[in-house]
């Protein structure tokens, strides 16, 4: 992903206003990022130059995060999608930042969410195959603080959709 510096300066997110016309580009972005200014600025029936400065508004202010391919996981040999929900051995914030620093460094981890209820963190992981999934399970267990560990192995995925609903 080449994510988009925000401008330290600018609003914060939830005082940018957003109309129409940037939800009608969001829209069109998260749906193609390739998409070329000229035919962005067609389709959300604006001129090119306010069109583009818009973009630029959205990305300054942290509304546009970055952009990124949608690679298909199994062409590049990694066959096996799993979640782990993980226990840690207490709450103190130095253990979960801890936490959270590991499983950054690892690069089959490919989300990492702290979760209310059920368990402290929810990871999205991704292996070559069976042994690397037990292998990287194995890794996360014998974390200094990591209490339990219980893995969950995507059978199949019916719906994978980047971004978020864009409210007309």
């Known amino acids: 992903m080449h994510p988009i510096k925000p401008d330290p300066e600018a609003a914060t997110l939830d005082a940018v206003a957003l109309d129409s016309v940037?939800?009608?580009?969001?829209?069109?972005?998260?749906?193609?990022?390739r998409i070329t200014n000229v035919e962005l600025a067609r389709r959300v029936a604006l001129s090119a130059p306010p069109c583009l400065r818009r973009v630029r508004r959205l990305e300054e202010t942290g509304v546009i995060?970055?952009?990124?391919?949608?690679?298909?996981?199994?062409?590049?040999?990694?066959?096996?999608?799993?979640?782990?929900?993980?226990?840690?051995?207490?709450?103190?914030e130095a253990v979960l930042t801890a936490f959270e620093a590991m499983?950054?460094?690892?690069?089959?981890?490919?989300?990492?969410h702290m979760i209310r209820g059920g368990g402290d963190f929810l990871l999205r992981l991704v292996?070559?195959?069976?042994?690397?999934?037990?292998?990287?399970?194995?890794?996360?267990?014998?974390?200094?603080?990591?209490?339990?560990?219980?893995?969950?192995?995507?059978?199949?995925?019916?719906?994978?959709?980047a971004g978020v609903p864009i409210p007309g």
Request: hydrophobic letters at 40%; proline letters at 1%; charged letters at 25%.
């Open 127 to 161: 292996a070559r195959d069976t042994a690397h999934e037990n292998a990287l399970t194995a890794r996360l267990t014998a974390a200094d603080q990591v209490m339990r560990v219980q893995t969950l192995q995507t059978i199949r995925t019916a719906k994978d959709v």
């Open 65 to 92: 995060r970055g952009y990124h391919a949608d690679i298909d996981p199994a062409s590049l040999g990694w066959q096996i999608t799993f979640f782990a929900l993980v226990g840690l051995e207490t709450q103190k």
């Open 103 to 112: 499983v950054r460094e690892w690069s089959e981890v490919r989300e990492c």
């Open 22 to 33: 940037d939800r009608q580009i969001l829209g069109e972005l998260q749906a193609d990022g």
